[in-house]
Nanobody, 119 residues
Framework: QVQLVESGGGLVQPGGSLRLSCAAS????????MGWYRQAPGKQRYWVAI???????NYVDRVKGRFTVSRDNAKNTVYLQMNSLKPEDTAVYYC?????????????WGQGTQVTVSS
């Protein structure tokens, strides 16, 4: 079982920045693919950014060039640096850890952290 705890959310003005952190309890953190998802009120949760166990990253188009995902395996932590924030980035952001079992992906989720972009 993997426990994930997000932090770093809050209220920020449009054009501002925030950095989210996700601390994981996994004993071998480095083997997990780590992702960030978000869910706005009344909307479905969707994937925003991922960094795999090899450090490769990918982003949904709407955040490319503004968000950066990174990981520090020594600290069992993944980060999401969010710049040039827009009101439409407002959502609850969730950290995800996944590991291929050989048959399926096992997914683990944090409790979420609220990000509100508003003037």
């Amino acid at each position: 079982q993997v426990q994930l705890v997000e932090s770093g959310g809050g209220l920020v003005q449009p054009g501002g920045s925030l950095r989210l952190s996700c601390a994981a309890s996994a004993s071998v953190f480095s083997i997990y693919d780590m992702g960030w998802y978000r869910q706005a009120p009344g909307k479905q949760r969707y994937w925003v950014a991922i960094i795999d166990s090899g450090g490769r990253t990918n982003y949904v188009d709407r955040v490319k060039g503004r968000f950066t995902v990174s990981r520090d395996n020594a600290k069992n932590t993944v980060y999401l640096q969010m710049n040039s924030l827009k009101p439409e980035d407002t959502a609850v952001y969730y950290c995800n850890a996944r590991l291929w079992s050989g048959v399926q992906y096992n997914n683990y989720w944090g409790q979420g952290t609220q990000v509100t972009v508003s003037s």
